[in-house]
């Protein structure tokens, strides 16, 4: 069984910003792909980014794009999410999710099914 466990949450002030670390362990495990979602109570769960370690390929949502990412400094088995310049709107669950298959078409990495691995979430908060 895999296990991935997120860190780093916490309350930040608007236009602050964050590190999130997410951590894989148990079995042998080597992710095709990692990502985060974030989710608020009686929301869905929504895709923020990913990377595809096959080329380093990194994606982004709209939203967050040119704000987040996720920095050069991972490996197969550990993510970072650099979090800047964060709004209150963006109080959420964090999650950290992995996939083990390695699917060719991009668009899947944004898709929640996609991955098969979750971890618990961290809280962002975000105070005005």
């Known amino acids: 069984q895999v296990q991935l466990v997120e860190s780093g949450g916490g309350l930040v002030q608007a236009g602050g910003s964050l590190r999130l670390p997410c951590a894989a362990s148990?079995?042998?495990?080597?992710?095709?792909?990692m990502g985060w979602f974030r989710q608020a109570p009686g929301q869905e769960r929504e895709f923020v980014a990913a990377?595809?370690?096959?080329?380093?390929?990194?994606y982004y949502s709209d939203p967050v794009k040119s704000r987040f990412t996720i920095p050069g400094e991972n490996t197969k088995n550990k993510v970072y999410l650099k979090m800047r310049t964060l709004q209150p709107e963006e109080t959420y669950v964090y999650y950290c999710?992995?996939?083990?298959?390695?699917?060719?078409?991009?668009?899947?990495?944004?898709?929640?099914?996609?991955?098969?691995?979750w971890g618990q979430g961290t809280q962002v908060v975000v105070a005005s």
């Open positions: 999710a992995a996939t083990e298959p390695l699917y060719l078409d991009d668009k899947v990495y944004s898709i929640r099914a996609t991955y098969e691995n």
């Open positions: 148990g079995r042998t495990f080597s992710s095709a792909a």
């Open positions: 990377v595809r370690w096959t080329g380093d390929s990194t």
